[in-house]
């Protein structure tokens, strides 16, 4: 494999492939925090997920269509390697178990996604903003400081984007959550006072 497959370096806010491409093949993160986005009405971009080291890339590609339907975009320096999609097709002939940690990625994907369209076609502004820092805290921890890791990566724009919002609704939320004793904010870094208060806002 390692005839075949590129090892590319990205840096912050690069796009490794964009949406309407030709599908090429599949890329997986080696390092780095990538972005996938969607554009929906009136042009407006829609985070679908955020994928770190051990991710794939590109997977939806792989359709009748053989077109990328999302692009990705790094929110920081990025290590990708890249697989043509041919030879990519021979490896999961070849090799089950990966053909199977493919299909387990998938459906986690799905059921991902079908959650988060229920949340967003039911909750308010609060409580979207309320879910985009739960899911930032479920998919990068809490430092000693109980500020979430990596958030210096993210602009308020990339929040927005996950939640369907746009950036003034997300910095009026942060502003509210901190008049209510659940965060502290500094620049970028946001520090959890009150997790179980954060939840409760979610609880429907």
């Known amino acids: ?33 990538i972005k996938v986005v969607k554009k929906g009405a009136f042009n407006k971009n829609q ?17 009748t269509n053989n ?8 929110l920081s320096d990025s290590l990708v390697c890249f697989v043509g999609k041919m ?4 490896i999961l002939e070849e090799t089950p178990k990966l053909t199977i940690n493919l299909m387990l990625f998938l459906a986690d994907e799905i059921n991902y996604e079908e959650a988060r369209l229920r949340d967003m076609a039911v909750f308010n502004v609060r409580e979207k903003v309320a879910k985009a820092i739960i899911m930032l805290i479920e998919k990068f921890g809490l430092n000693n400081a109980n500020e979430i890791n990596y958030l210096e990566e993210f602009t308020r724009q990339d929040i927005a984007e996950l939640v369907g919002l746009n950036p003034n609704q997300v910095t009026k939320i942060l502003a509210e959550f901190k008049e209510d004793n659940i965060i502290e ?3 970028k870094k946001i520090k959890i006072i009150d997790l179980k208060k954060l939840e409760k806002i979610i609880l429907i």
């Open 87 to 90: 030879f990519f097709y021979k």
């Open 185 to 187: 904010t500094d620049n």
């Open 67 to 74: 077109t990328y339907p999302v692009s990705a975009e790094s």
């Open 1 to 33: 494999m390692d005839e075949i497959k590129i090892i590319n370096r990205f840096s912050k806010k690069q796009l490794i492939f964009h949406e309407g491409n030709p599908t090429d093949g599949i890329y997986f993160i080696q390092k780095g925090i």
């Open 47 to 63: 985070i679908v997920r955020i994928s770190t080291e051990g991710d794939f890339l590109g997977h939806r590609g792989f359709s």
